[in-house]
């Protein structure tokens, strides 16, 4: 068993970085993930959101990594999250279904706001990947922990990509409506003028 662990600051507030969790995939940074299917999702009576996700995803592990386990890259995660936006706190949990016999990787994601900078969100990060049954299990499973690692990286650039997008679409939607009014304002202008 290897356990591999990761902080990281995001310089954008909490609510913007779980709305980008939310909108993370697809991305063209991390494309390993590529088909999500919401399998529950409820409120529960201290107005947590618990949703239960299902990932289709691609791991990328060299070739002679799947040649000795035998296995398909294509693997299924379930994923259980938790957002408190009372506690400011969103915790996602996830498992690999495929595969669990001889691999297992079990990951937490944490954001809350961060310790000393409110404007800014913390990201702890957990994996811990478990080999069994398969030849030099220490040394795949250490091959797993880098895969992770190159995998949270583009995750980061994943979600200020999403937020650079969020962002994006906001002023295009303020830009929008601004004309919008402006027009309906300018006919009634016209239309006032007309009258008189």
């Not at 990761?6 to 709305?19: G, M, P, Q």
């Not at 409120?43 to 035998?70: A, E, M, Q, Y």
């Not at 190159?150 to 929008?176: L, S, Y």
């Amino acid at each position: 068993m290897k356990i591999w662990t990761s902080e990281h600051v995001f310089n954008h507030s909490w609510e913007t970085v779980v709305k980008a969790a939310w909108r993370k995939y697809p991305n063209p940074m991390n494309p390993s993930v590529v088909g999500i299917d919401v399998l529950d999702r409820k409120v529960d009576v201290n107005g947590v959101l618990k949703s239960h996700r299902l990932l289709f995803t691609n791991w990328g592990l060299p070739k002679w990594v799947v040649n000795v386990i035998g296995m398909d890259e294509d693997c299924y995660v379930s994923e259980h999250s938790e957002v408190d936006s009372k506690k400011k706190t969103m915790m996602l949990k996830s498992r690999n279904l495929s595969f669990c016999s001889f691999l297992t990787v079990d990951e937490q994601l944490v954001y809350s706001p961060h310790p000393t900078d409110k404007s800014s969100t913390l990201l702890t990060q957990e994996a811990v990947i478990n080999v069994k049954g398969v030849p030099l299990t220490s040394y795949l499973e250490g091959v797993v922990v880098g895969s992770c690692a190159a995998n949270a990286q583009k995750g980061r650039q994943a979600m200020e990509w999403v937020i650079d997008t969020i962002k994006t679409e906001a002023k295009e939607f303020t830009t929008a409506a601004k004309q919008s009014m402006d027009n309906m304002m300018g006919q009634n202008h016209r239309m006032g003028a007309k009258l008189s």
